[in-house]
């Protein structure tokens, strides 16, 4: 393994921790740096290679959020008292984001091979991506302007299961399940930050769940050769998904959906002019 394939482990790493949590869909952004990167070198060059690699990087993302949000989850599961603010209305409940996770979990278990097979196209994530927009754009103009729900800890039910019946369409490559849980939220009234903070929360679990299954499925291409890549990747991914979250949040509630939606239409015309 020579420094060139770490240099690009690390690339890969970054571009997926930068973008699986913001609504700009990391699928997008993965398209453009597959072909260019992943595949070239003879034992990077097989496909299921590839996928388990893809899925180390998405576990490093995913732990970044465990860390930010390490306090909130240590409430959810019962295993102490966290120091996460209350609204004095209560703490979000571990059955709200069952909740929300129902609806694309079924879904999801339901036309996960027909996805899989028929869904993972150039052509269909741009679809995804733009129409993503569309909806982000959509979100942000026709939601209350003044949110009644400026934390999670107000979350009801009913907005829980709202968000997660909008969660079903980033099941279609490309839409963003960060896009599309987000404008979900702030439509039924949460203000940016309430819905991005839910966003994550709700990730964890689902990502995790596919992302294990997967790398047990893929576990005997952890061979020596391929492992200083896979590390590489994932602590790459870890912490640049640590800085783009924490800047994230701090950002949502100023600048709102609309400035990703345009970048999101930016990037298919990029992929479109590559690929077409």
Not at 75 to 83: C, N, S, V
């Amino acid at each position: 393994m020579d420094i060139i394939e770490i240099i690009k482990a690390i690339i890969l790493g970054m571009v997926e921790g930068l973008t699986e949590f913001a609504p700009v869909s990391s699928t997008g952004h993965m398209i453009i740096v597959d072909d260019l990167w992943l595949k070239s070198k003879e034992f990077l060059a097989s496909e299921y290679v590839a996928n388990t690699f893809k899925i180390v990087i998405q576990l490093g993302s995913i732990l970044a959020v465990v860390v930010v949000f390490r306090n909130r989850f240590i409430d959810l599961l019962g295993l102490g008292r966290g120091k996460t603010e209350s609204s004095g209305q209560g703490r979000l409940k571990l059955t709200q984001v069952i909740v929300g996770l129902i609806p694309a979990g079924i879904l999801g278990v339901l036309f996960d091979d027909y996805i899989d097979e028929n869904l993972f196209t150039i052509e269909t994530v741009l679809i995804g991506l733009l129409i993503g927009s569309i909806l982000m754009i959509f979100a942000d103009f026709f939601s209350p302007k003044e949110p009644s729900v400026t934390t999670v800890d107000q979350i009801t039910y009913r907005q829980a299961l709202t968000v997660g019946l909008v969660q079903c369409f980033s099941l279609w490559p490309g839409f963003s399940r960060s896009g599309a849980t987000m404008s979900g939220g702030v439509l039924t009234g949460m203000s940016h930050r309430t819905a991005a903070d839910f966003t994550f929360i709700m990730a964890v679990p689902i990502m995790a769940g596919a992302s294990g299954i997967s790398l047990l499925d893929n576990w005997k291409y952890f061979t020596m050769d391929a492992l200083p890549f896979f590390i590489a990747g994932f602590v790459s991914a870890f912490l640049f998904a640590l800085i783009s979250i924490k800047f994230f949040l701090k950002l949502i509630d100023k600048v709102k959906l609309v400035p990703f939606a345009i970048y999101r239409i930016l990037l298919v015309v990029v992929i479109y002019l590559i690929y077409f």
